[in-house]
DNA sequence: CAGCACTGAGAAAGCGTTTTCTCGCAGCCG
DNA sequence: CGGCTGCGAGAAAACGCTTTCTCAGTGCTG
């Protein structure tokens, strides 16, 4: 009876009649404007109770020009570090009575584009996580991406803060460790040839070339995930290399679950490292050595830049670098050849 | 110049003006309706692309009354099962050209109504993960919620398609395995008490011992990560058992890295058993034996169910069950009192 | 007691689309 | 040659809400 409206479901309009009132006070009532008498708004409130009144958050927003919500555009969703990611934003922004709409890229630039401008159009904010375009196409999307807040990746657009984890230093440290442990063989499974973090990884090793030149460092091709290192394998032990540094834990994992099948010991025989210390890590056995990144933690912190974007609270723009911590554990160990004689 | 809206966004009022035509004229251009002039057509997307126009999603999901988006509520994002879940749901629902919202509830059983009811809302329709409120409180909000599809749970509301694993089966089919390897004394490191899952997996066991009188089942308080089974160890050992069901792969992973701290061997002396097959499953060491559940299936399936419901297309809705598959790897090995004589 | 400020609520104008309604105009048939 | 059909495009309504504008009514002050 109540129920006029043509999508069945009950309006503003609803409540207005029922208390006898105009839409414009329901409107009041419901956002608590307090210059309604507290009498009509009473009766206000009732009404919409009894009919179980709940205002159509799109009317909402293209009245008010905002969604509440935000988007995030990942290049892979089954990857761990991302969904870390989404989990700290998601958590975040939940907090501010936020929510947040996912686009997956499935590791496909092109995509990556067409998803970002979609999925801000529909929100208040954007999140781009470790975006895979171009540079160049990058930052000719930036502008009309505002707000937006790039995790892993930097831009010369301006007013875009970006969150990056130093993998570089990171890489180091773990190189550094292994070196200190006596082994002078080492390789690198690289990850995805597209990634910036990759790139940063390879430059740090550079760094650390230079740094130690009696130190010999192989470069092996490699991915992202499990399989990957599993199937790594071959090559690794092709290599001679005693210490190897996995692009992250999943491919140290992999490796380590491939070495354990040949009767390879880790780390008798050659020490792992992985990066990133998901939460896996701590449970492999051996359990991994790798550096740590306060993972969820960045995704929480682009909440952060995000929501001072949206407010136009000129937080300062200032670009944020997380340094990883050396998380040591047992798959690291001396060099075989240090014990050998 | 052309931007005369008070966003500052380019609208299809500048698109209109801009080519010398109406609104209406350059909504039926956009949207491919035929019944306008070729030539005009070709001016409108002209000036379309000049301004780079885009419409703006809100105003036409008020227009057309669906936002092509569709919801889904998780207990807890950090859970490896659901993240699956929504890899599988946003995967699919992608494909079709929806996006999907997220919202986590924390595993606080009271927000799940509310966090339901908001992105429903927003969306076209709604996928309620394991959700961990009451019998009652579902099947009085199920109606609110429609087009609902449940995964991990059901409901006597009608119109309410629910995808369930069947725990109860798998984790006999576990129990066999371990019964056949010669284990008598086998236990049951349970998940959350509220959990449904846990409960069909309790009905499941209670079933494997009326059909196995002579093997004794012991229950030992757990939970539903790692640390749940790490901290179990010693529980584990004074129960004495040789075969260990655990709740799922997270706790069982977290029970082989706290037996092996120990020196304990698995599966020489305890054999253990997972559930859920996470990708991580087959790279620990040793492997682990558990119950493949097809999870991002799953995902897909609920797409698939909560398209037809939106479409109206009346698909049976009748619930779907999904069957685990034992996965047996290196963790369960025969029982060492058969060994011992 | 007249005028004024002020309060509170309705009317109406957006917000940016889509879609129905309407109408001018050209073509065709009788 | 007049009326009817049909096509194409503009005007306007609708979607559901917020907010400004407007105005009636009250109470206060000079």
Redesign the interface.
């Known amino acids: 009876m109540a129920r006029k409206s043509a999508?069945g479901r009950i309006g503003i309009a609803d409540v207005a009649l029922k208390a006898g009132v105009s839409h414009a006070t329901v409107s009041r009532v419901m956002n608590g404007n307090f210059t309604v008498d507290p009498e009509i708004a009473a009766r206000v409130r009732e009404a919409a109770v009894e009919l179980?009144y709940?205002p159509?958050?799109?009317?909402r927003?293209?009245a008010l020009?905002k969604?509440d919500?935000i988007g995030i555009v990942v290049p892979d969703?089954?990857n761990p570090t991302f969904?870390a990611i989404?989990?700290g934003l998601?958590?975040a922004a939940?907090e501010d009575g936020y929510?947040?709409?996912?686009?997956?890229s499935?590791e496909v630039p092109s995509e990556e584009a067409i998803l970002a401008?979609?999925?801000r159009?529909?929100c208040d904010g954007l999140v781009l996580c470790a975006p895979r375009m171009t540079d160049a196409e990058l930052e000719e999307i930036a502008p009309?991406l505002h707000p937006l807040v790039l995790i892993n990746r930097t831009t010369a657009a301006a007013g875009v803060p970006s969150l990056v984890v130093d993998y570089g230093q990171g890489v180091q440290d773990l190189a550094e460790h292994l070196a200190g442990l006596g082994h002078t063989r080492l390789a690198f499974l690289a990850g995805p040839a597209g990634s910036a973090s990759n790139r940063l990884r390879l430059e740090g090793l550079e760094a650390f070339r230079n740094r130690h030149p009696q130190v010999e460092v192989s470069m092996l091709d490699g991915g992202s995930d499990?399989d990957t290192g599993?199937e790594a394998v071959d090559a690794v032990l092709d290599s001679g290399a005693t210490g190897i540094l996995a692009f992250n834990d999943l491919v140290a994992?992999?490796l380590?679950?491939g070495l354990?099948e040949r009767g390879v010991s880790v780390p008798g025989d050659i020490s792992i490292t992985g990066f990133d210390d998901i939460?896996?890590a701590?449970?492999?056995?051996p359990?991994l050595t790798t550096a740590a990144v306060p993972i969820s933690e960045l995704g929480g912190q682009a909440w952060h830049q995000l929501r001072a974007l949206i407010r136009k609270e000129d937080l300062e723009t200032a670009d944020t670098r997380y340094q990883p911590r050396l998380e040591i554990r047992a798959s690291s160990g001396p060099s075989p050849a240090d014990l050998a004689p």
């Open positions: 999508t179980k709940q159509n958050p799109v009317g927003s293209l020009g969604t919500t969703l089954a969904q989404l989990r998601s958590r939940a929510r947040v709409l996912i686009a997956d499935f401008g979609e999925a159009r529909r009309s499990f599993h994992m992999g380590m679950s354990h939460p896996f701590r449970y492999t056995t359990t």
